[in-house]
């Protein structure tokens, strides 16, 4: 078992999966540039080896899995979520690897990192697991692809709820509607996932992996006008140019309620 750790990050191969761990904790593993840019070179690397599985988790018994985006590296007025941004290169990564990502999950997920668990092809959680979408607690435009991955995931009115509340949806219930595959008692947790990446990696690879490019492909199969792009993004522009954004990132560094006035 190699194992290498990359500031925030610690990759490893057990039995030939790939294991990538979060390892922030003084800072929630909040999904800083440093951190995302670590875990898409662990991905590189495990795609070169041919690694035909990865889990990505935290370290046991976290009570935080990921607190989100970096808050501290979002900068007011510019766009925080767009083509090139760190979080959305992950997701790429993650949707782009030649075989299955699994999401790990002990703790809560926050904001962008729930973004990033969703974007795993499976999700396997215990009773401590919560996920939390919040861009409305920062006065934050979310974005088009980020919308989309949570509408195939949980349909359109429980994705509503979730960004509308900004509420952490609770593992009982993240199981009832269908972010989680498996709930798992706590003390069962690794070894389900790590069974669970053992008997996919007993498959042939190249036809899991052509399945799941099919289901990226499909999944992302939802062609709108450039009209209707546009529209998106002149409204998006509004809101990462408003006051409530720059109020929304200034209370969290501040560590006060922010004031918002829906401008
Ligand atoms: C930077 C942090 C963070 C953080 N960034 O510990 O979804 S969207 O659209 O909004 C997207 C853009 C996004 O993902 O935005 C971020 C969304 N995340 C959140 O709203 C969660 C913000 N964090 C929290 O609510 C709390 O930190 C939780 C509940 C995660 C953990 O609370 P706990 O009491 O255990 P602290 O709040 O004391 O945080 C410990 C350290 O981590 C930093 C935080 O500033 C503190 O740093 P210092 O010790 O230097 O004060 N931290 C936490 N989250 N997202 N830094």
Not at 185 to 194: G, S
């Amino acid at each position: 078992m190699s194992s290498t750790q990359t500031g925030t990050v610690i990759s490893e191969v057990q039995n030939n999966i790939g294991i990538i761990t979060l390892s922030n904790p003084g800072k929630r593993n909040a999904l800083s540039q440093s951190l995302l840019m670590a875990m898409i070179d662990a991905l590189e690397e495990f795609q070169l080896q041919r690694v035909p599985v990865v889990i990505i988790r935290a370290a046991a018994g976290v009570k935080i899995w990921s607190a989100g985006h970096d808050i501290a590296e979002l900068q007011a007025h510019e766009d925080p979520l767009g083509y090139f941004d760190g979080l959305e290169q992950g997701l790429r990564a993650i949707q782009r690897f030649h075989g299955p990502v699994i999401a790990m999950v002990q703790g809560g997920v926050w904001g962008g990192a729930c973004d990033l668990v969703l974007t795993c092809d499976i999700l396997i959680g215990d009773e401590s697991s919560t996920f939390a979408i919040t861009p409305v607690k920062l006065g934050l435009p979310y974005n088009v692809s980020g919308v989309q991955h949570f509408i195939n995931r949980v349909g359109i009115n429980i994705a509503k709820e979730m960004f509308f509340t900004a509420d952490p949806v609770p593992s009982q219930r993240a199981k009832e509607i269908g972010i989680l595959n498996h709930l798992v008692p706590a003390l069962e947790l690794e070894k389900f996932t790590m069974t669970m990446a053992l008997h996919i990696a007993s498959h042939s690879s190249m036809s899991v992996s052509v399945i799941k490019e099919q289901f990226r492909l499909l999944s992302n199969a939802n062609p709108i006008s450039p009209e209707t792009f546009e529209m998106i993004q002149g409204l998006r522009k509004k809101v990462y140019r408003s006051h409530d954004y720059a109020e929304g990132i200034k209370a969290f560094m501040e560590k006060r309620p922010p004031a918002f006035t829906g401008e």
